[in-house]
């Protein structure tokens, strides 16, 4: 492998294998913070020695080589050092033996399994789950974790270390969860991986109506997890959702940034292949009823009509249905009033929003002015719209509702 800048050699390459180091070394020195510690003294190594040696021919290899140096060498420093090189199935002493240099190679998958598992330790807080995740497993720098949820670096810094901290305290094992607990625990990773998802979907703050590396990371941490754990149909689940909701992105902004709601976007620049994808990915998932699942054949129905107007709103309203049963929430019930009033008519969907609670989201009143603006009631309507300007803290949102407002004036 060539390149006449090594330097984004080493960063494009890191990008793509630090997760993998990550994981191997989390499970030879059972510390997550120690195994970042390790992985991130190779990446220096690397950014010293390939300007001056040159690219390695298999440069991932490389870097996979030389971490398991520095873990060896930490262990050996170590009292127990010959207990920990047991538990890997190996007592020896020779660095360069190739049954302790495979190590850290067999049972990747296994590997990055468990790493996904304790990053988003329900011990956790969920926005440092969401943080280490990203660090760990999504190479992301501490400065873009920051960029991306409008968080200072310091804040961002001090959640992923208050997680490492917890992590080690706490003594939470490097390992897959007990079959009693897997449910859950697996419940959390989607939940995480969800939520970065629609913080690069929708934003909820800032002046960016998407921010698709967001999107990006979350649909790469999807595919290694259906690849990891391809008989768990929520996996595929969210990982058709996420194929399908990231196959509009082009279509969301127009030539400025502002935003283009589902109703008028051009649906040729919607990204097919992302849609095959994800279709591909729910028929490993459509049948078992999981919110994930749902959710994908809600957008899937979207996905599979040409024109706005050949949505199926009847199944999509009855998609969300079931969903109310099977995961109920507020806003799922705001969904479904949209769905309603788009199936059975503005006032049947209008009767679903006004019997919600839920305070302080700004959706809430655009729902509202969006039903009322079709039952021809305007003032109503453009009194809604300003209260959705005013409760969000995104500023294209903003100016998407305030111009709704606008154009119901007079």
Not at 122 to 142: D, F, I, K, M, Y
Not at 325 to 354: F, I, K, T
Request: negative net charge; proline residues 5%.
């Amino acid at each position: 492998m060539t390149s006449t800048d090594p330097r984004r050699v080493v960063e494009a390459v890191w990008r793509i294998e630090s997760a993998r180091i990550v994981a191997g070394l989390a499970r030879l020195v059972g510390d997550v913070g120690l195994a970042e510690e390790l992985a991130q003294d190779t990446l220096v190594i690397a950014l010293e020695r390939w300007p001056t040696d040159g690219v390695p021919d298999h440069p991932g290899s490389w870097l996979m080589a030389t971490a398991k140096h520095r873990a060896v060498d930490l262990l050996r420093r170590r009292t127990r050092y010959r207990e920990k090189l047991a538990e890997i199935g190996r007592a020896t002493t020779d660095v360069d033996d190739p049954d302790l240099a495979a190590a850290l190679d067999d049972y990747v998958g296994d590997d990055l399994l468990r790493l996904v598992f304790t990053t988003c330790h329900p011990v956790l807080p969920t926005e440092s789950r969401v943080a280490l995740t990203l660090r760990l497993l999504g190479g992301l720098t501490v400065p873009e974790i920051a960029r991306a949820y409008l968080v200072s670096e310091a804040a961002a810094a001090r959640r992923i270390t208050r997680a490492k901290r917890t992590l080690a305290s706490e003594r939470i094992p490097i390992e897959l969860p007990p079959p009693a607990e897997a449910a859950q625990r697996l419940a959390s990773v989607l939940e995480v991986v969800y939520l970065v998802f629609n913080e690069g979907y929708a934003a909820t703050a800032g002046d960016d109506w998407t921010r698709p590396s967001l999107c990006q990371e979350a649909l790469r941490l999807g595919r290694v997890l259906a690849t990891l754990a391809p008989h768990e149909p929520e996996v595929h689940g969210l990982a058709a959702l996420m194929e399908l909701q990231a196959s509009r992105l082009p279509a969301r902004t127009d030539a400025t940034g502002a935003p283009v709601l589902l109703q008028d976007q051009d649906r040729s620049r919607w990204d097919r292949l992302l849609v095959r994808r994800g279709l591909d990915a729910l028929a490993l998932a459509e049948g078992t009823f999981g919110p994930y699942a749902l959710q994908a054949s809600i957008a899937a129905c979207h996905a599979r009509a040409a024109r706005a107007e050949d949505t199926d709103w009847d199944r999509i309203a009855t998609l969300y249905q079931v969903l109310a049963h099977v995961s109920p929430s507020p806003v799922v019930e705001l969904n479904r009033a949209v769905a309603v009033g788009h199936a059975h008519g503005a006032q049947h969907g209008l009767a679903v929003v006004d019997a919600l609670e839920l305070p302080n989201y700004a959706l809430v009143p655009a729902v509202r002015g969006d039903l009322l603006a079709r039952l021809g009631r305007s003032a109503e309507a453009r009194e809604e719209f300003l209260r959705a300007a005013a409760m969000t803290r995104n500023t294209r949102e903003r100016e998407l509702f305030e111009g709704r407002a606008a154009g119901l004036e007079g």
